[in-house]
């Protein structure tokens, strides 16, 4: 045992120690266990991130959740496995690389497909593994031996093989329609990647001349340049109005071509002038309306959204200078009737905030009708559970309303499509194939592959799976599918949640999980072992102090490494901890985290009076009976409740355990970290070691050797309960605890205190309380009438009930130490009306001081204390007067609900008395 810890608390230097010693030593590597092992079995993914990525709060918040979990989960002696990772991005790091040949004065398509992917795999070399690192850093508890990418050899066999499997099964289909393009990354994105936002915009009104008469039809259109792709006019045939115009056709303006006035139910004649323009190739119900009625597509569009050769005079311009083009000219010709004020949403690339571009494309998509059904019937059914439950509905909503899944981007970073096409312009066949096809076994020509690759959330997709070594049947599946828990944000529930789910309901039927391993897990009654995973849990956001969401515009962002440099990563991890509620946001406030580096210090300083005592009294002393990670272990075996704190402090221990091992069942984060927080300092700290304090004072007893033995053993279980949160500081303790005699390598392989009801004792707690009570009511009268701190003051204490004098007498010593009284008088009157005293529902106490009471004070301090209690009886009554309250609640809740009432009402009735003796209006 040391002789000491360092007077300080350095969370830097201890931190960045022990990170390297986990991750040096492999502690959370897991092999995997052979047929026959019959522990349970954890499994989490981590979301990966993006290759591109740094750590920012929303990560912290994820990690540190997962790491609990995990750590809480390992400590129970489940097999426990954390899959570390990183998604290759496609979008964001083929933004970064040509961002980076940008400020070289190079473009990529100087480079050509082949050199700019090489320019890619450097660039990961050299950056991508930053957010891994800081992951090292912050000690997240994975298993680094099976770290992948999503680009690995391994995986990307298995993104081929679900593509082949899904074409050859009929779910992936190529064809032409309208996606959303970004012009900027020249390609196609999902509806999910598009951020909408209501901007002021205007609503022009066109008049088409009708072919052979002097009439016209107006229509309006918020985008005028796409007009030059219209292919007809449509009105409602039930319109009346136009029910003339039927079979006729107008002219074009602009382009001087006749197109024809269709009837459609794209035209509501209560909209508008009941007319609109259909423009098949930009428009997605245009789009459709031109499937219907067999129109022309009539593309004006390139990549680059600048208008191509079908524009006529207009090509070259860009979409928003050949705008005001047209406008000029249909003013000038005639043709422009009416501009006016329009507010409209506007479509957004989400990564670079472009204009989206409606836009007639062939592209490639997955057919998600089949898969979402699968999806949605594991949720319904239970097999998956998503907490909070709101989020269950959001998902049913989502999967109620899917559309065909464009899974192709027109970029050159990422899996690029397992397609090929015949190179003879008479042929184009198109072959889907596992590998590169010789030759088209149509026509035995050269082929050609496309030169899309997959969305990203594609082969993310999939990772719940392939990362257990799919499409290959394998012993890690059997064991770690489906995976346990998935902790992630509401943001992707929709781009990776409700896909991993698809596709693991889709390519895992018929696989069975171990059925000794599902048992001991607990998942013995769920029947669908096809699903990624058996439980979701969806974090909240974290927001600044005043609640607003972090951007960078408003320059709020929170940096979390910045918050570790200044208040240590433990503090930083308690904070998100303590304020994760399930279901609320986050308001991040280092003001608490600066609060929770004093819990640090608070430990650290506690450690240190252990140590101190223990090298005194017993030197090599140990904790009795601890266990390491296979051996869970109920209470603190081997402590010797000897006294009355003795006997209240392992109580409180075993309760807090059972609330702790409750909270994290069930992702309570912020009760797990609040009940540790509150027994560690308020009871422990602040209580405990103040009441042992005498006992560990006398010279080398048997009391001295009981009262040391407990506090260390008391302190090793207290160290493993806070461990999943506070990782750092507990393993810096507990090995010094131990010094080099740990049963476990680590803290993290110790055993997770288990609660011992036999080691409950209410008695106990009660008696503690009351003289807590008793103390700090002292304290208070001693701060009010200002009493010199070190000054001595006799007291006087009337106790209701002969068992509470008793009590106190029994406890007089402890007493007079803790509250600074020199002497205590038992008295048989009520002392509630005397100024100087508190009473209680127990008893009333009166500090003799000669310094004269501020009656205004006093009478402020009794009608805030009237307007408590006053609360504190109405919140009872409406409890107690509520019949579905007394139905579902607990006997023993309505028991204390019943006492407080009561207790309430007496103090009630005391601080009135007290206000009419002291003269308050």
């Known amino acids: ?485 998935l902790i992630t944000a509401y943001e992707i529930l929709f781009f990776w949640v409700a896909r991993m789910i698809m596709f693991g309901c889709h390519f895992m039927r018929g696989h069975h999980q171990d059925p000794a391993i599902k048992r001991a897990s607990g998942w013995a009654e769920k029947k669908n072992d096809s699903v990624p995973f058996r439980q979701v849990y969806i974090h909240a956001l974290v927001r600044d102090a005043e609640r607003q969401k972090m951007s960078k515009t408003k320059g709020n962002v929170v940096d979390p490494l910045d918050v570790i440099n200044r208040f240590g990563t433990d503090a930083t991890r308690f904070t998100l901890a303590a304020m994760a509620a399930p279901g609320t946001d986050i308001a991040f406030s280092e003001s608490r985290t600066g609060g929770y580096r004093a819990f640090a210090n608070k430990i650290w300083n506690a450690a240190r009076f252990m140590f101190m005592n223990v090298d005194r009294i017993e030197p090599g002393l140990r904790p009795s009976g601890a266990a390491g990670g296979g051996c869970p272990q109920a209470g603190i075996a081997g402590f010797k409740a000897a006294t009355l704190e003795d006997r209240w402090i392992l109580s409180r221990f075993n309760r807090v355990t059972a609330d702790v091992n409750d909270a994290l069942e069930t992702f309570r984060f912020h009760e797990a970290a609040n009940r540790i927080y509150d027994f560690f300092w308020g009871e422990f700290c602040d209580w405990y070691l103040e009441l042992i304090k005498p006992r560990l004072n006398t010279e080398f007893g048997d009391r001295a050797r009981i009262a040391c033995s407990n506090l260390v053993s008391l302190f090793d279980a207290s160290l493993r309960l806070l461990h999943p949160i506070m990782p750092f500081i507990t393993e810096e303790i507990w090995q010094a605890l131990w010094e080099g005699e740990a049963p476990a390598k680590s803290i993290a392989l110790a055993s997770y205190p288990q609660a011992d009801e036999k080691q409950f004792d209410l008695a106990a707690e009660t008696e503690i309380a009351i003289l807590r009570d008793l103390i700090v009511s002292v304290r208070n009268l001693r701060a009010e009438l200002k009493v010199e701190p070190k000054r001595k003051i006799p007291i006087e204490v009337f106790a209701h009930e002969a068992q509470i004098e008793k009590l106190i007498e029994e406890n007089r010593s402890a007493v007079e130490r803790l509250a600074h009284v020199d002497k205590i008088t038992f008295v048989q009157n009520s002392l509630a009306k005397l100024p100087g005293s508190r009473s209680t529902a127990r008893f009333d106490v009166h500090i003799i001081h000669e310094r004269k009471i501020d009656v205004t004070a006093e009478c402020e301090r009794l009608r805030k204390e009237l307007d408590r209690l006053e609360r504190g009886i109405a919140n009872a009554d409406r409890q107690l007067g509520d019949e579905q309250f007394l139905a579902k609640a607990p006997a023993q809740i309505v028991e204390n609900l019943r006492k407080q009432q009561h207790e309430f009402g007496v103090l009630k009735d005391k601080t009135l008395s007290k206000m009419r003796e002291i003269g308050c209006g």
């Open 1 to 485: 045992m040391p002789q000491e810890l360092p007077k300080a608390y350095e969370p830097g230097e201890i931190e960045k120690r022990w990170a390297e010693f986990w991750t040096h030593e492999k502690l959370f590597s897991v092999p995997t266990p052979p047929p026959g092992d019959r522990r349970p079995v954890f499994t989490l993914l981590l979301p990966p991130p993006n290759v591109t990525g740094r750590l920012h709060m929303g990560h912290m918040l994820n990690q540190t959740q997962m790491d609990i979990i995990v750590r809480w989960h390992r400590m129970r002696a489940f097999i426990t496995l954390w899959l570390p990772g990183t998604d290759h991005a496609g979008i964001a790091t083929q933004m970064m690389v040509e961002k980076q040949l940008e400020k070289e004065g190079k473009k990529r398509r100087e480079l050509g497909r082949e050199k700019f992917i090489e320019r890619v795999w450097e660039w990961k070399r050299e950056y991508g593994g930053a957010i891994l690192d800081q992951m090292k850093r912050l000690g997240a508890s994975v298993d680094w031996d099976r770290e992948y990418f999503t680009m690995d050899e391994n995986l990307s066999r298995a993104v081929r093989e679900v593509f082949v499997r899904l074409y050859e099964e009929g779910l992936i289909y190529r064809g032409s329609y309208i996606v959303n393009w970004c012009p900027w990354h020249e390609t196609a994105i999902s509806d999910l990647e598009v951020k909408h936002e209501e901007v002021q915009g205007k609503l022009w009104g066109i008049r088409y001349p009708v072919v052979g008469s002097n009439g016209f039809i107006t229509v309006a259109t918020t985008r005028p340049e796409t007009m030059l792709g219209d292919a007809a006019i449509a009105v409602n045939a039930k319109d009346e109005r136009y029910t003339y115009l039927h079979g006729k056709k107008v002219l074009l303006p602009l382009m001087n071509r006749e197109i024809p006035i269709i009837t459609d139910e794209l035209a509501q004649p209560e909209f508008g002038t009941g007319a609109v323009k259909v423009t098949p190739a930009h428009d997605p119900d245009d789009f459709e309306a031109g499937k219907r009625h067999n129109l022309p597509q009539i593309n004006v569009m390139d990549e680059h959204a600048h208008m191509n050769v079908n524009a006529g005079p207009y090509a070259g311009l860009d979409r928003f200078e050949a705008r005001k083009r047209v406008l000029h000219d249909l003013r000038e010709q005639g043709f422009l009737v009416s501009e006016k004020d329009y507010t409209l949403a506007i479509g957004k690339c989400d990564r670079c905030g472009t204009i989206i571009e409606p836009r007639l494309s062939e592209q490639w998509f997955v057919k998600i009708q089949p898969l979402a059904d699968r999806a949605k019937e594991a949720v319904e059914s239970g097999e998956i559970t998503i907490v909070p439950d709101n989020y269950r509905q959001i998902y049913l909503n989502w999967m109620n309303n899917i559309h065909d899944w464009c899974v192709s981007r027109q970029l050159w970073w990422g899996h690029r499509i397992p397609a090929w096409t015949c190179a003879d312009r008479n042929c184009e066949e198109v072959i889907v194939a596992r590998e590169t096809p010789g030759k088209c076994p149509k026509c035995g020509g050269k082929v050609e592959q496309v030169s899309d690759v997959l969305d990203t959330w594609f082969s993310s997709g999939l990772l719940p799976f392939t990362t257990l070594g799919w499409p290959e049947k394998t012993r890690d599946q059997e064991v770690f599918y489906p995976t346990t828990t």
